[in-house]
């Protein structure tokens, strides 16, 4: 990456909580969809260049949260090795609305052998 591109980046001194979030439909990550510019299109780009969507990154976030909703790994677990994805969780109330529906959905493809993912 050239210094001209990564200027493009947003510092991570000055990102502010809910400007990246991950859509839990996708397990992508978005810029928050209320974000003022030139905001916005910074983190837009941030995700771009830094290539936050990519397949493995995207798998990693879906084998936490399936590992999470199979109640594999605790919650604690979550926060101290992915903070940002324990952080997304607690926005959206993962537990009250999530976690049940998503469980069901895991156990099934595990049932039938598919796999969860982009």
């Known amino acids: 990456m050239n210094k001209d591109v990564s200027m493009d980046v947003v510092d991570p001194a ?8 991950i859509d839990f439909s996708t ?4 810029s928050d969809p209320n974000l003022a510019e030139p905001h916005k299109t910074r983190v837009d780009d941030s995700i771009r260049i830094l290539d936050l969507n990519n397949n493995d990154y995207v798998e990693e976030r879906i ?3 399936q590992d999470y909703c199979l109640e ?3 919650y604690l677990l979550v926060t101290r090795r992915f903070p940002f994805i324990a952080s997304e969780m607690a926005r959206v109330s993962f ?3 999530l976690k049940d529906p998503m469980r069901t959905r895991f156990e099934k493809l595990n049932m039938k052998g598919a796999q969860f993912g982009p």
Do not use: Y
């Open 63 to 65: 084998a936490v949260i």
């Open 14 to 21: 000055k990102i502010q909580n809910g400007w990246f979030q």
């Open 72 to 74: 594999q790994i605790p």
């Open 95 to 97: 537990d009250k609305v």
């Open 27 to 30: 397990f992508q990550i978005k």
